[in-house]
């Protein structure tokens, strides 16, 4: 298992409405500004850091063998250059190995950080994406997640894959989830496997950044 979630160093994931990239330094002030709405610190069940605790734990979750983060950004703004990546960051995705006599089973986290893109279906094409590279990349067989009790849409979103209640805690008011993958929900949720694109991180954003030259006639 040792640096298996550091794979997608380099990765970029690209889908329909979507991109995902590794969270990297220069996404942490536009994340710690998220993460300083009392609303999302709910959500999430996270308590306000500062600035410099969000680049420890940024660089903490990039060299852990556990974890897999990805930043979520708006694919039609990430396709102008002129936008700076950060401006384009909606949220991120998170794939957690949780016991450690079991790497086929990991905790999925979504979170759809700017209001205005809820509701849109990024959110389900994350869970697409993300539940594929699992799978593939990773050797997941077993999915959880757990979501807040007044969190109906995304409990009805996890449904839709197939996702089943496992235990609901009174305590911390959130309800259990998970599903193991078979060929039928690989038919189901995958379908056909062109939904998704993997290509370099460090390429992509490279030449996003390049200055733009005229075709000289």
Not at 32 to 57: F, G, I, N, R, V
């Amino acid at each position: 298992m040792l640096l298996i979630m550091r794979i997608n160093e380099d990765t970029l994931l690209e889908g329909e409405k979507v991109v995902l990239v590794p969270y990297n330094a220069d996404h942490v002030p536009r994340y710690h500004q998220w993460m300083c709405s009392p609303e999302l610190q709910k959500l999430t069940a996270s308590e306000p850091l500062t600035l410099e605790q969000e680049y420890d734990m940024q660089r903490c979750w990039r060299e852990d063998d556990d974890k897999c983060t990805f930043i979520i950004l708006d694919k039609q703004k990430w396709a102008d250059p002129s936008i700076p990546e950060q401006e384009c960051m909606v949220g991120d995705v998170n794939i957690f190995l949780t016991d450690p006599s079991d790497p086929s089973l990991a905790e999925l986290e979504i979170m759809i950080a700017v209001p205005c893109y809820r509701g849109k279906g990024l959110g389900k094409e994350v869970t697409r994406m993300m539940m594929y590279y699992g799978v593939h990349k990773l050797g997941i067989q077993k999915f959880e997640v757990k979501i807040g009790l007044d969190n109906k849409i995304s409990i009805a979103m996890f449904k839709k894959f197939h996702f089943r209640e496992l235990s609901i805690s009174e305590v911390f008011q959130e309800v259990t989830l998970g599903v193991t993958v078979n060929e039928a929900l690989q038919k189901h949720v995958f379908g056909n496997v062109d939904f998704m694109l993997q290509r370099e991180y460090g390429k992509a954003r490279d030449s996003r950044q390049a200055p733009f030259t005229p075709l000289s006639l």
